[in-house]
């Protein structure tokens, strides 16, 4: 069974950082890229950041770009999301999803129950 | 940026009947077009990808129609665990999602 299990998610001050990482199993971690998805309360899904399966391409959303970096440990099947210079506007649920496929542009299989990030003074 | 336009925002449907979700992309995303499930509290699910095939274990009476800019969700008979947030999603160029349509009890 295919598990994403995210964690990091705390309040935290305009201007700060945060980590996320997201834990995955149940199936061959290397073989998939990987993506960060966020959800503003009451609002709807917006695409993060993806990378590829062996982490050489990584690629943003405008809203995060300079800001925001993706990667993973393949050797212990996560996925993290580092995030700097945080606004108010980056308070979401942020789900790690899985791609389909080896692809780069592809659809989510599979969804992590998503861990809240707070950005608020 | 791809934007894509879901309407309408809310459906209202009573029990045991059709129900008809449309989304438009910006520009052609060929076929790359994908639909997602959301309960509340709940991460969304993949219904149908490739704009018309079913993923693995949904229900036959959702099925996905279109190609280009133009494309259709429908769910042939409402059921009581079907209302949810609906969102398209296109994956042809960076993935950009719908603003959602809202399936509630009528």
Redesign the interface.
Known sequence: EVQLVESGGVVVQPGGSLRLSCAASGFTFDDYTMHWVRQAPGKGLEWVSLISWDGGSTYYADSVKGRFTISRDNSKNSLYLQMNSLRTEDTALYYCAKGSRLLLLDYFDYWGQGTLVTVSS | ?IVMTQSPATLSVSPGERATLSCRASQSVSS?L?W?QQKPG?????LI?GASTR?TGIPARFSGSGSGTEFTLTISSLQSEDFAVY?C?Q??????????TKVEIK
């Open positions: 940026e790359n994908a997602y709940q991460a969304p699910r993949l990808y993923a969102y999603q994956y042809n160029n960076w993935p950009t999602f719908g603003g959602g």
